[in-house]
């Protein structure tokens, strides 16, 4: 429980640092010591918590108008999820939640989404179906609404909104773990307390300072998570 709560805690730090980040960094650490879709429903359950905080904190005008791109395709990403959920075995589900977080920092870095529809339609069904299987599927729908020429408080609102509504269907596929309620109750506290450092941290450093930053911790948390998921089931 207590590295459950410092994987919280870590991705509200990054998250708060750089807009984004929070389920890259604690998703694979999580999933690696608490195996199934359970885990992630958990990640995704403060994902939903620390969404909705920074949606009201936040100004600036949610683009509905994307979701009559986003809504149909993010949707066939979730069933594509569900039966990921269904069909791979729990055992590997480690293995393949860290790769995938890896995959979805590469994406961040390097995939230059367009602003057509075609383009938002595979964000949308790439980022339904990796958040529902795995919660790390933020970076492709990201990657997407940057590129609409949008105000900056437009595009973060709109994007917070679009995350809230995946994890809301997400978790009842994925379920929760059997912890106490006080558990939940530190991880809130972890979450907030976590934001609030990753905050002032964004006021002392560069935007690409922050972006880098970010983008190590993730990196290094999905590589330990991998290796340590390897050695586990082959052991």
């Known amino acids: 429980m207590a590295i459950v709560a410092g994987a919280i805690f870590l991705g509200a730090v990054v998250q708060g640092s750089s807009g984004l980040g929070f389920n890259l960094t604690a998703a694979p650490i999580v999933n690696s010591i608490m195996p199934g879709p359970s885990s992630v429903g958990l990640i995704n359950l403060f994902a939903l918590l620390q969404n909705s905080w920074l949606l009201t904190r936040e100004r600036g ?6 979701f009559r791109i986003l ?3 993010l949707a066939v990403g979730v069933l594509i999820g569900f039966a990921m959920v269904k ?18 920092l590469v994406t961040l870095a390097f995939w230059k989404s367009g602003a057509r529809p075609a383009d938002g339609a595979i964000a949308g069904v790439w980022s339904g179906a990796i958040n529902t299987y795995a919660g790390v599927g933020g970076p492709p729908v990201a990657s997407y609404l940057i590129n609409q020429g949008w105000a900056h408080g437009d595009f973060l609102r709109t994007l917070q909104l679009v995350f809230i509504g995946i994890d809301i ?9 059997a912890l106490p309620w006080w558990f939940y109750a530190i991880g809130v506290g972890c979450l907030l307390i ?3 450092a990753g905050s002032l941290l964004r006021r002392r450093l560069s935007q690409a300072q922050a972006v880098r930053l970010s983008r190590t911790v993730i990196a290094v948390a999905a590589l330990v998570s991998l290796i340590y998921s390897t050695i586990t089931l082959l052991g």
């Open 61 to 66: 005008r949610i683009h509905w108008e994307a």
């Open 71 to 73: 809504g149909p395709s």
């Open 87 to 104: 069909l791979i075995p729990e055992a590997v589900m480690p293995i393949l939640i860290a790769l995938s977080a890896l995959a979805s």
């Open 169 to 177: 269907v997400s978790l009842p596929i994925l379920g929760l773990p």
């Open 194 to 196: 976590g934001t609030g």
